[in-house]
């Protein structure tokens, strides 16, 4: 099946600093979603972007799904940004199966 | 208020025992999931349901049953057979491309 790698794993930032995060993907997808988890279990969707760029307020993402990546970026972090973002892709030929990265730790420090 | 609940919040099973999680949704989405997190870990799917009275396996189906009986409800039953059940249970819905995600069951085995 599709393989999905997040990096990196651990994060940590002052807050009011920005950064970038990872996710790689082994085949071509029809679907791709960032997700943040906060520290009760709650996974919030952020962005369906299997392909270009997108801007959601501080946060924005791109997809090169030709190379097979996207990016998430934070600006301008703060605390409520802690948690953690997972990626999650379905291949071409899955049947509405979304496979998920191991994800990404982040923390925002005051 | 729309959404996708999941009750209860904390369950604890016995050994040997079968207890069911409850997912329910007033989303009106066809698309129902149920994934399993374990510490550190992405989430792994053990099953979905497209429609009503059809489901599917996910990659870790052993030791878990479902129904969809109705729309709008797609229970999770985790039985004796699964030898390590103690996890993070997410119920989910997909619509248009986006998966929805309900707040979790922490499930532990005493």
């Known amino acids: 099946g599709i393989q999905v790698e997040q990096s990196p794993p651990d994060l940590i930032l002052q807050e009011g600093a920005n950064s970038t995060l990872r996710c790689n993907f082994s085949d071509s997808v029809n679907n791709l979603q960032w997700f943040h988890q906060n520290p009760w279990g709650q996974l919030i969707n952020l962005f369906y972007?299997?392909?270009g760029t997108k801007q959601n307020g501080r946060l924005s993402a791109t997809t090169v799904a030709t190379e097979r990546y996207s990016l998430l970026y934070i600006s301008s972090s703060q605390t409520t940004d802690s948690g953690v973002y997972f990626c999650?892709?379905?291949?071409?030929?899955?049947?509405?199966?979304?496979?998920f990265g191991s994800g990404t730790q982040l923390t925002v420090l005051p | 208020d729309g959404g996708i609940t999941q009750s209860p919040k904390y369950l604890f099973r016995k050994e040997g025992q079968n207890v069911t999680l409850s997912c329910e949704q007033n989303l009106n989405h066809d698309a129902m999931y149920w994934y399993r997190q374990d510490p550190g870990q992405g989430l792994r799917l053990i099953y979905y349901s497209q429609i009503v009275n059809d489901f599917q396996k996910g990659d870790i189906a052993e030791g878990y049953s479902v129904s969809r009986e109705k729309k709008e409800s797609f229970p999770l039953t985790v039985t004796s057979a699964q030898k390590n059940p103690t996890a993070f249970y997410l119920c989910?819905?997909?619509?248009?491309?986006?998966?929805?995600f309900g707040p979790g069951t922490r499930l532990l085995v005493l």
């Open positions: 972007i299997p392909s």
């Open positions: 989910a819905t997909l619509q248009d491309g986006t998966q929805y």
């Open positions: 999650a892709v379905r291949s071409l030929g899955s049947a509405r199966q979304l496979t």
